[in-house]
T-cell receptor
Framework: DAGVTQSPTHLIKTRGQQVTLRCSPKSGHDTVSWYQQALGQGPQFIFQYYEEEERQRGNFPDRFSGHQFPNYSSELNVNALLLGDSALYLC????????????FGQGTRLTVV | GDSVTQMEGPVTLSEEAFLTINCTYTATGYPSLFWYVQYPGEGLQLLLKATKADDKGSNKGFEATYRKETTSFHLEKGSVQVSDSAVYFCALSDPGSGNTGKLIFGQGTTLQVKP
C-alpha cells in the first residue's frame, strides 16, 4: 500500500516565478491538507481540499492556491515566489468519514533564489 | 487562537537515559493530541495519539498522557536509543475543523542520543 507521495522531492526556483507541487494521497483517503515547514520550525497549515473544493485555509496569501482532482490527488501552486517561500512543503491525507489520523508525505524542498 | 508550546531543544542524552519532552496546549474545545517524529530528510510520522482527557497514547516505548487539568501532553520514554535521534513535534487537531487534517504544531524539539 503506497503511502502519501509527493513530487518533485527538490526544486529550485527564481524569485517571481511560479511553482506547482503535486501530492497523491494514501489509498482510501479523500482529503488532502498542505503545510509549509520553514527551517527549524513546525509545519504551518496552508489549506485543505475535500471533494475538489478548498474547505479550510490557514493564514497564507492568495499567492498560494490549490486544486484537487477526481482521483483525490492535489496540487499546490505558488505564484510570484518570494525568498521567504523557501521551505519544505508537506502534504497530508486523511479518510474523512472515518477521521483517521493524518498521514504525511516526504515533502518537497523548495528553494527560491 | 489555539496553540502548542514545546520545550526548546536541542535535548542531548546518553543511550538508555530517561526522556521527557514537555508539551502544553491552548485550545477552546476538546482537541485530539498527537506526537509526530521527523527523521533527517524525511516527512512526519505519527508516533502516538490521544483523543480525550486521561487517555494514554503509547508506541515503540514512548508514551504520553492527555492531561486536561494542566493542558499538557508530555512525551516520555524510559530508555532512549541512538536510533531515537530525531525532531519531535507535538500537535493538536483544530477542534473547530471537524477532522484531523488540520493540525496545529509546536515548534519541534530536536533529540540527540549519544552512544
Amino acid at each position: 500500500d503506497a503511502g502519501v507521495t509527493q513530487s518533485p522531492t527538490h526544486l529550485i526556483k527564481t524569485r517571481g516565478q511560479q511553482v506547482t507541487l503535486r501530492c497523491s494521497p494514501k489509498s482510501g483517503h479523500d482529503t488532502v491538507s498542505w503545510y509549509q515547514q520553514a527551517l527549524g520550525q513546525g509545519p504551518q497549515f496552508i489549506f485543505q481540499y475535500y471533494e475538489e473544493e478548498e474547505r479550510q485555509r490557514g493564514n497564507f496569501p492568495d499567492r498560494f492556491s490549490g486544486h484537487q482532482f477526481p482521483n483525490y490527488s492535489s496540487e499546490l501552486n505558488v505564484n510570484a515566489l518570494l525568498l521567504g517561500d523557501s521551505a519544505l512543503y508537506l502534504c497530508a491525507s486523511i479518510r474523512t468519514r472515518v477521521n483517521t489520523e493524518a498521514f504525511f508525505g516526504q515533502g518537497t524542498r523548495l528553494t527560491v533564489v | 487562537g489555539d496553540s502548542v508550546t514545546q520545550m526548546e531543544g536541542p535535548v542531548t542524552l546518553s543511550e538508555e537515559a530517561f526522556l521527557t519532552i514537555n508539551c502544553t496546549y491552548t485550545a477552546t474545545g476538546y482537541p485530539s493530541l498527537f506526537w509526530y517524529v521527523q527523521y533527517p530528510g524525511e516527512g512526519l510520522q505519527l508516533l502516538l495519539k490521544a483523543t480525550k482527557a486521561d487517555d494514554k497514547g503509547s508506541n515503540k516505548g514512548f508514551e504520553a498522557t492527555y492531561r486536561k487539568e494542566t493542558t499538557s501532553f508530555h512525551l516520555e520514554k524510559g530508555s532512549v536509543q541512538v536510533s531515537d535521534s530525531a525532531v519531535y513535534f507535538c500537535a493538536l487537531s483544530d477542534p473547530g475543523s471537524g477532522n484531523t487534517g488540520k493540525l496545529i504544531f509546536g515548534q519541534g524539539t530536536t533529540l540527540q542520543v549519544k552512544p
